[in-house]
């Protein structure tokens, strides 16, 4: 063989070796990534799988937890405004208080709330004793009435029976959505 042929021979044999090392760099690096991505999406998938198999579980957690949250929270509905007010005024009665003026209104969702509420004045008059009952009552109630502010004016004449007439401002929380509690 011709010495000029000879090295073009090996110089193209050295090209291909190079060639090929340089396809078996490229082919490890892609394997490399391959790997790794293989290895994120394993666990992501064991971590889904995780949280289907544990689904149950789950469903039965939130199940206990609106067994204990419904009851405080008032029905949500077209005639909801009314059905709190009329609890209202059960709970006023029922203490022996008289009720003079209630008033309730659909207070908007502010941010970082996420339950929608009734904001209620009441303005009840009576006995200091009926009073007393009345927010106890307040106090123990379920579905509860939260309580923002209370005024008290006593009435009548230092000497005389004590009558007062109290102010409060409640909060009553809503249901999400249309459900009853």
Request: hydrophobic share 45%; aromatic share 6%.
């Amino acid at each position: 063989m011709n010495p000029w042929t000879r090295r073009a021979l090996g110089i193209v044999v050295l090209l291909c070796f190079g060639a090929l090392v340089v396809a078996a760099g490229v082919y490890r690096v892609l394997w490399m990534r391959y790997e790794q991505g293989l290895a994120q999406f394993e666990s992501r998938s064991e971590r889904i799988d995780g949280v289907i198999l544990a689904g149950a579980a789950i469903e039965k957690r939130m199940a206990q937890v609106r067994d204990v949250v419904v009851p405080m929270l008032h029905a949500n509905g077209p005639n909801a405004e009314n059905e709190i007010q009329q609890k209202l005024r059960e709970v006023i009665s029922s203490s022996g208080a008289t009720l003079v003026s209630s008033q309730a209104a659909l207070e908007p969702v502010a941010e970082g709330k996420k339950i929608q509420r009734y904001k209620l004045t009441a303005t009840v008059t009576g006995e200091w004793g009926k009073l007393v009952r009345l927010m106890e009552k307040l106090q123990t109630h379920a579905p509860p009435f939260w309580i923002q502010s209370v005024s008290i004016l006593r009435e009548g004449l230092p000497a005389g029976a004590q009558n007062a007439r109290l102010t409060v401002q409640l909060e009553a929380p809503l249901a999400p959505g249309g459900s009853k509690p």
